[in-house]
């Protein structure tokens, strides 16, 4: 958009991606269902951009509703993978990689006080009978009454006082 004054209200920045790209590095060109012409688009800080679900490569267009086929060939209109309500084009891709524990982190909206540092050590810990592996999530069925007693530390090669 341009910076809006008094004298003339804020308009879409226009483009085309092949012989007029935006002049914003952090802008994007993309096509404007709406108006039936490529603007220039840029993220908000303050709102998530949508995403489509694992597994695809999104092209942040969106689609659904009156726009079901809008979507360019290859691609499927799908469900964001952080807000349903909006719908975007989607293309298969199973080459795709989600780290861990970042995804996981992602996709629950965690926001960790403090992101650990991977030990030089492991140990292993069983609770209740319970030997966690390395990087092993449980569900919230499983942790049930599984702190009633302390656990039990073993295989652990290091400085003893870090316990």
């Known amino acids: 958009m341009s910076i809006p004054t008094i004298s003339q209200p804020s308009h879409p920045v226009l483009c085309h991606p092949d012989y007029n790209p935006c ?34 490569n999104t092209l942040r267009t969106l689609c659904g509703g009156l726009r079901e086929a809008s979507c360019p060939r290859g691609y499927d209109c799908l469900p964001s993978r952080f807000e349903p309500n909006v719908r975007i084009c989607c293309k298969p891709n199973n080459t795709l990689v989600y780290p861990e524990p970042d995804t996981a982190f992602r996709d629950n909206f965690i926001v960790p006080e403090h992101l650990p540092n991977s030990p030089l050590t492991s140990a292993n810990l069983t609770f209740r009978g319970l ?14 009454n ?14 003893d006082s870090k316990l």
């Open 23 to 56: 002049q914003k590095e952090s802008s994007e060109c993309q096509f404007s269902f709406t108006s039936f012409q490529y603007v220039c688009c840029e993220d908000r800080n303050d709102v998530k951009a949508p995403e489509c679900p694992k597994s695809y």
């Open 131 to 144: 030997t966690l592996e390395v990087g092993q999530l449980l569900s919230g069925l499983e942790t049930e």
């Open 146 to 159: 599984v702190l009633d007693e302390p656990p039990t530390i073993s295989g652990f090669n290091g400085d």
